[in-house]
T-cell receptor
């Protein structure tokens, strides 16, 4: 069974630029999560999708971050414009449903200079 | 609000020695508790979880954890550490698998 795929693995941008991350969850998984993991901290949930609907986006900085889940499968997370404090690893995870184990992708390491 | 504290930022143990990683949580009801491991450049992998029932849970790679409600703790243990166990370990608490709050992690170094 293929795992959660993310791209790109690494991205370096200047502040005020925009960036997008892509996630392909495990086939058949209804729930998809995006986490932000700042160096030295644990992952923080940014947004949770159930199929293509948003379940929880309470910690998503909506003035600059946006996310969508196309047709309930792939998802993209966008930052526009980026700030220095957005430097982090962005992790995508999926689960069969919200009460089941999450499977994490390898993450995208973003550096904002 | 739920929270997780992992008091030890970094732990070093010798290969073959026993290991205990501490986790304390704050949660208003019966929690779902998890331990994850993260190797460099990798995503998080679930080691074990506690939802209910037996308070001593067994996980993968020889790890186990004990839920102690009176101490609000969920410490991770392994009787004999292998060099491949060197990684970062995260404890998490939540109402379900999705809405989890993570601790800031404990980095494990294994000495030969």
């Amino acid at each position: 069974e293929a795992g959660v795929a993310q791209s790109p693995r690494y991205k370096i941008i200047e502040k005020r630029q925009s960036v997008a991350f892509w996630c392909n969850p495990i086939s058949g998984h209804a729930t998809l999560y995006w986490y932000q993991q700042i160096l030295g901290q644990g992952p923080k949930l940014l947004i949770q999708f159930q199929n293509n609907g948003v379940v929880d986006d309470s910690q998503l900085p909506k003035d600059r971050f946006s996310a969508e889940r196309l047709k309930g499968v792939d998802s993209t997370l966008k930052i526009q414009p980026a700030k220095l404090e957005d430097s982090a690893v962005y992790l995508c995870a999926s689960s069969l449903d919200s009460q089941y184990e999450q499977y994490f992708g390898p993450g995208t390491r973003l550096t904002v200079t | 609000a739920q929270s997780v504290t992992q008091p030890d930022i970094h732990i070093t143990v010798s290969e073959g020695a026993s290991l205990e990683l501490r986790c304390n949580y704050s949660y208003g009801a019966t929690p779902y508790l998890f331990w994850y491991v993260q190797s460099p450049g990798q995503g998080l992998q679930l080691l074990l979880k506690y939802f209910s029932g037996d308070t001593l849970v067994q996980g993968i790679k020889g790890f186990e954890a004990e839920f102690k409600r009176s101490q609000s703790s969920f410490n991770l243990r392994k009787p004999s550490v292998h060099w491949s166990d060197a990684a970062e370990y995260f404890c998490a608490v939540g109402a379900g698998a999705g809405k989890s709050t993570f601790g800031d992690g404990t980095t494990l170094t294994v000495k030969p």
